[in-house]
């Protein structure tokens, strides 16, 4: 456990076989109701380390609220192990919406194969993600906050900066007199945030850079955020990662390029990726799962900006220049 500020805490909970290596849970104490923001995945070893920590601080869980920065499973899939019959749950609206009308992952994998990704590989890697196998147990009564929403906790008055682009309706918490920003997974230091898109009503990419010049007009001293070290100086960052996804589409245009249209798992498949595989071939199913939404969110962007067309041929979405 360590303390960041007064009464504000990070605890490391350990992600197993991931690697992201561990999850920062923020936990904010007052002598009147206490804050977590993210949970840890749905297992053991983050249950345990989440108790261990929370009993170091004599935290009462009955008078303990929740702020879960955005769905993934790595921050919200402990949540309902948590929470109090007393407890306030707080969350944003688009992803709300996405729990309630859940069909499953069908849409997904169908939308996977029109843009060339095989469907079996998918429904089966799908099914041994650990964001399936350790998310939620069951889906507490939520409360939606908005962009500019307020949470008071102790000394601390947080608002909500909603930052679509990692997830639909990522937001963070800004506490203006700190200078201090819980990012969750929008600004990591030494990661790049998956953009992924799988629909066609969508442009993340879009919303993701749109997100970072909101953070970027912020006053921070300090980026609390879901995985890693803590950092400052978040413009340089956030530079960094504009940068890295203007390569990135360069990058496509330039497959696109070389030859006849492709679709997003070809595209993909050319793209450079930082993984210890010599060959297309050789990537785990779930990373080409990643690397093809990443694709598809890079070649909607490019789309929707009008420097490449797309085409619908046998049922197969295939983008040109």
């Keep these: ?19 992201l290596k561990y999850l920062n849970s923020y936990i904010i104490k007052s002598d009147d109701r206490n804050l977590i923001v993210d949970t840890g995945f749905n297992r053991k070893e983050c249950y345990e380390a989440m108790k261990k920590g929370l009993q170091e601080l004599d935290i009462d869980l009955n008078r303990t609220d929740f702020f879960i920065t955005h769905l993934h499973a790595d921050h919200f899939g402990l949540v309902g192990r948590l929470v109090t019959d007393n407890s306030h749950l707080y969350f944003n609206r688009p ?6 009308t859940w069909e499953g ?3 997904m994998i169908a939308f996977a194969g029109k843009n060339g990704f095989p469907r079996e590989d998918l429904r089966a890697a799908l099914a041994a993600h650990p964001g399936n196998k350790f998310g939620t147990e069951w889906a507490p009564a939520l409360e939606a906050l908005s962009d500019g929403d307020t949470i008071e906790v102790g000394t601390y008055a947080f608002r909500c900066i909603e930052t679509p682009g990692h997830t639909l309706g990522h937001t963070c918490l800004y506490e203006p007199s700190q200078k201090v920003l819980i990012s969750g997974d929008h600004i990591l230091v030494d990661i790049t945030p998956n953009i992924q898109c799988w629909s066609d009503r969508e442009n993340p990419l879009q919303n993701y850079l749109k ?7 912020l006053d921070i001293n300090m980026v609390l955020p879901g995985h890693r070290r803590l950092f400052s100086d978040h413009r340089r960052r ?14 496509v245009c330039a497959i ?3 030859g006849s249209p492709k679709h997003a798992y070809r595209v993909a498949s050319e793209m450079s990726w930082d993984i ?30 009008g420097r490449i067309s797309r085409t619908d041929v046998t049922n197969t979405i295939q983008y040109l220049l």
């Design 256 to 258: 696109l390029e070389a």
């Design 1 to 19: 456990m360590e303390e960041i500020s007064p009464n504000l805490f990070r605890c490391k909970v350990p992600l197993p076989d991931n690697p």
């Design 238 to 251: 956030i530079d960094e990662l504009k940068q890295h996804h203007r390569h990135r589409l360069d990058e």
């Design 211 to 217: 997100s970072l010049d909101k953070v970027s007009a």
């Design 276 to 305: 210890r595989c010599s060959s297309w071939d050789e990537f785990p199913i779930a990373q080409k799962w990643f690397a093809t939404g990443e694709a598809i969110a890079h070649l909607n962007y490019l789309q929707n900006s």
């Design 95 to 100: 992803e709300m919406e996405l729990i309630e």
């Design 105 to 107: 992952f069908e849409p």
